[in-house]
Structures are given as structure tokens and as C-alpha cells.
């Protein structure tokens, strides 16, 4: 029960630090990186905790964090051969249904996972259809977050093998 409070308490602060950086103009290229890097130190931690394979989600969204920061701030411009589905995710920075639907996913289902095989929320008097109901919508956007997840991998996998070619063309040419 303490390790919920305390990593819903971090979430809260999360949302809160973000906003409060925005509103006073304070944000940086290292507060956004840090803001993803204690966001997946803490649900790598929760996932490695509910799951033995939890790691291997961990790992996912370490790769993405790699793929899209290598890119700097422009890792968020959506360019038009982004497909739609990733384009409808992260129009407006997530601030749209869709990008609201896969970051709650993201974020909420392993808290949602965590209280539910701690009976946290049994002992909340949330009735099991609705615990199981929760489940099955934070695991659909998390399965929305994959797809754009893949699709960055996927995209960083082909620059590289472009840059790969490119500079094997420039070396024969000397």
C-alpha cells in the first residue's frame, strides 16, 4: 500500500512539475529528458515488480526513449509520412482523446495492475467487473501506445540504415 502511495504520488508530482515549468517558462532539453528517464525508471521498476517479464516492457520503452531523443526536441514534429493512427496520438502533444487514451494507458495501467493484484482495490470496494473493465481500457492504450512505440523504432532502424548507405556511397566515391 506505502509503494502506491508513493509511486501515485509521483505521478501526481509528475503532471504538476511539468505544468508548473511551462507556466513559469522554466522548461529545458534536460527537463524534459529527465521527465522521461524518472518516468521510466519508475514504471520499469513497477512493471519489473508485478511481472517476471515486467523487464521486457521496461526494456520497450527504454529502446523508444533512445530512438526518439536521439532525434532532440524535434522527436514530437509529426512529419507526413507519419501514419495516421501515430499522427492522431500525438497531434496537439497528446493533447487530443487519442493522445490521452494511449498516454493513460502508458501510465495508468501499471498502477491499475499494481492495486489490482495487491487488492488495493478490492479493499476500495471496487467491484471486480468494474477492476477487470479498467484492466482491458488501460491495456487497450497501452496497446495504442505500442503501435506509435514500434512505429519510432521502426523509423529510427531505417534512418540508421539509410545513414549506413549513405556514407558507404560516399566511401566508394574516394
Not at 33 to 58: E, H, K, P, T
Not at 140 to 146: K, V
Request: hydrophobic share 50%; aromatic share 14%.
Amino acid at each position: 500500500m506505502v509503494f502506491l502511495a508513493l509511486y501515485s504520488a509521483n505521478a501526481v508530482l509528475d503532471v504538476f512539475d511539468g505544468i508548473a515549468a511551462r507556466k513559469l517558462n522554466q522548461c529545458s532539453a534536460f527537463g524534459a529528458w529527465f521527465d522521461v528517464v524518472i518516468d521510466n525508471i519508475g514504471r520499469g521498476m513497477l512493471w519489473s515488480r508485478l511481472y517476471q517479464w515486467g523487464c521486457f516492457i521496461a526494456m520497450l520503452e527504454w529502446l523508444v526513449f533512445v530512438c526518439t531523443h536521439s532525434l532532440g526536441a524535434r522527436w514530437k514534429v509529426v512529419v507526413h509520412e507519419t501514419p495516421w493512427l501515430v499522427r492522431k496520438v500525438m497531434e496537439k502533444n497528446f493533447k487530443t482523446p487519442t493522445g490521452t487514451f494511449a498516454i493513460l494507458g502508458l501510465h495508468g495501467l501499471p498502477i491499475w495492475m499494481y492495486a489490482h493484484y495487491t487488492n488495493v482495490l478490492s479493499h476500495l470496494a471496487v467491484p471486480k467487473i468494474l477492476q477487470y473493465f479498467g484492466i482491458a481500457f488501460l491495456s487497450s492504450g497501452r496497446a495504442l501506445c505500442f503501435v506509435v512505440e514500434v512505429f519510432f523504432i521502426w523509423s529510427h532502424i531505417l534512418c540508421l540504415v539509410a545513414e549506413d548507405d549513405n556514407s558507404g556511397e560516399a566511401e566508394a566515391r574516394k
